[in-house]
T-cell receptor, first 111, second 115 residues
């Protein structure tokens, strides 16, 4: 049973399109995150939600909008996709022990 | 602001040899420190963590790391590397912001294992 699952695993799309990535965790955690890993493997936090409330919002273009319908889900919607959005996006969740558990990632390719 | 430095971008070791991956951090308070491993095409798996107490921490897959406050370091070690250890290794430091904990990652060290 996968603890943090993301869908889709791969996403190929054209510039200008709108796409969503979904994330679900079955660990009972209150906090969820989105990270972006660029082509040089550098990982940077984008957003964090705690119990459906936005806690961390890094300097991310407002074309990126996270949505948390409940504390087990955190989705990432991206409008007007650009070439520079191509990356691997990781979802993570954490409980009170301060340890983040990561999903397998979604590789987004914008053509 | 907190930062993490992994000075080695790429390391190659022979199978059976010992391994040490370096990590230095910059952070004003007592850090929470982590090592994660990313195999090709996979997500990040937690190897070990340091929160407090004993400065030598044991992790999964035979890895250990030592926290040295005086050197602001948290180096990862393994006495005998296996070919399956080939992967990207990330050191990270966490600090709390409100009710969430924010991870700052180093740039990663790619480990290659030769047979």
């Amino acid at each position: 049973d996968t603890a943090v699952s993301q869908t889709p695993k791969y996403l190929v799309t054209q510039m200008g399109n709108d796409k969503s990535i979904k994330c679900e965790q079955n660990l009972g955690h209150d906090t969820m995150y989105w990270y972006k890993q660029d082509s040089k493997k550098f990982l940077k936090i984008m957003f964090s939600y705690n119990n459906k409330e936005l806690i961390i919002n890094e300097t991310v273009p407002n074309r990126f909008s996270p949505k948390s319908p409940d504390k087990a889900h955190l989705n990432l919607h991206i409008n007007s996709l650009e070439l520079g959005d191509s990356a691997v996006y990781f979802c993570a969740s954490a409980g009170g022990e301060n340890i983040q558990y990561f999903g397998a990632g979604t590789r987004l390719s914008v053509l | 602001a907190q930062s993490v430095t992994q000075p080695d971008i790429h390391i190659t070791v022979s199978e059976g040899a010992s391994l040490e991956l370096r990590c230095n951090y910059s952070y004003g308070a007592t850090p929470y420190l982590f090592w994660y491993v990313q195999s090709p095409g996979q997500g990040l798996q937690l190897l070990l963590k340091y929160f407090s107490g004993d400065t030598l921490v044991q992790g999964i897959k035979g890895f250990e790391a030592e926290f040295k406050r005086s050197q602001s370091s948290f180096n990862l070690r393994k006495p005998s590397v296996h070919w399956s250890d080939a992967a990207e290794y990330f050191c990270a430091v966490a600090f709390r912001t409100g009710t969430a904990s924010k991870l700052t990652f180093g740039t990663g060290t790619r480990l290659q294992v030769t047979l």
